[in-house]
């Protein structure tokens, strides 16, 4: 896997901070606490965000991160997701009262932020890597990313729910070198994972079963912390047998 994993939890108290994938020195995909693991020098030199969603464990470092570099840039930095991920972030928290609109500031001419919509009919380059979003079975509208980035394609799938239509999507995008798949909830509280729009070990398992063809490797994520141990040793001697691999708490 040729990206960066800043964060990869499920929540807090567990092992690492929460999503935030750095692709390149540009670009991120989603901007939890993960995010602070870069150095102030290094968050100046983020030009691009993808967000996955809007949830919080998703966006929680994205105003502190604008706080950081406004007034230390001469192009805004420019947030990515579906209409109705940036409406939701404009409207609870980029909206004066949670956090300052930075879409405002410091004026409406030369912003900080720049949010731009995109839809899982867009392809996107962005610095000598191709970007695909596509839609993922979860409680608010959510995106997964392929990654094609120096000849080897990464497919993260960020918070989703088993959907036979997600396997139908995944097998679109042609082979996948690696794929990261998140596993929420261990396997005896598999109707809270469904309810939630996210995997257990068994879904996860099934999913991945059910591809054409099977992924080079499969990076597991997203770990609920207080579940994380009994994860763990379920998720261990899925590895032990098959290409998967567990990516909580890797920086």
């Known amino acids: 896997m040729n990206i960066k994993v800043l964060g990869c939890s499920g929540g807090i108290g567990g092992t690492g901070g ?10 991120l995909i989603d901007a939890g606490s993960g995010l602070g693991e870069l150095s102030l020098s290094e968050m100046k030199g983020v030009r691009h965000v ?6 919080m464990d998703h ?12 007034g230390q840039q001469s192009e805004p930095v420019t947030v990515y997701g579906s209409e109705d991920t940036l409406a939701m972030i404009k409207k609870h928290l980029f909206n004066w009262e949670i956090w300052p609109d930075f879409t405002q500031l410091p ?29 993922v079975d979860h409680a608010v509208s959510t995106f997964g990313y392929s990654i094609r980035k120096a000849n080897r394609h990464t ?12 396997v139908i999507q995944l097998d679109t995008l042609g082979d996948i070198d690696d794929l990261i798949l998140e596993c929420s909830f261990p396997d005896h509280l598999q109707e809270l994972a469904k309810t939630s729009g996210h995997l257990t070990p068994q ?8 591809l054409a063809t099977p992924p080079g490797q499969v990076w597991i ?28 708490g890797e920086p």
């Open 155 to 166: 497919v993260f799938t960020a918070d989703t729910g088993y959907d036979p239509r997600l």
């Open 107 to 135: 004026d409406r001419i030369n912003p900080c932020l720049k949010l731009q919509t995109i839809t899982d009919a867009d392809l996107l380059v962005l610095d000598d890597m191709l970007l695909r979003p596509f839609v």
């Open 50 to 55: 993808l967000l996955t969603h809007a949830h």
């Open 18 to 27: 929460t999503t935030c994938l750095q692709l390149s020195d540009q670009v």
């Open 203 to 210: 879904l996860a398992s099934r999913l991945v079963t059910e």
């Open 59 to 70: 966006i929680c470092f994205l105003p502190m991160f604008l706080a950081n570099i406004i």
């Open 221 to 248: 994520t997203h770990l609920k912390p207080s579940y994380e141990n009994e994860l763990r040793q379920v998720l261990s001697a899925t590895a032990a047998t098959r290409h998967w691999k567990l990516i909580a």
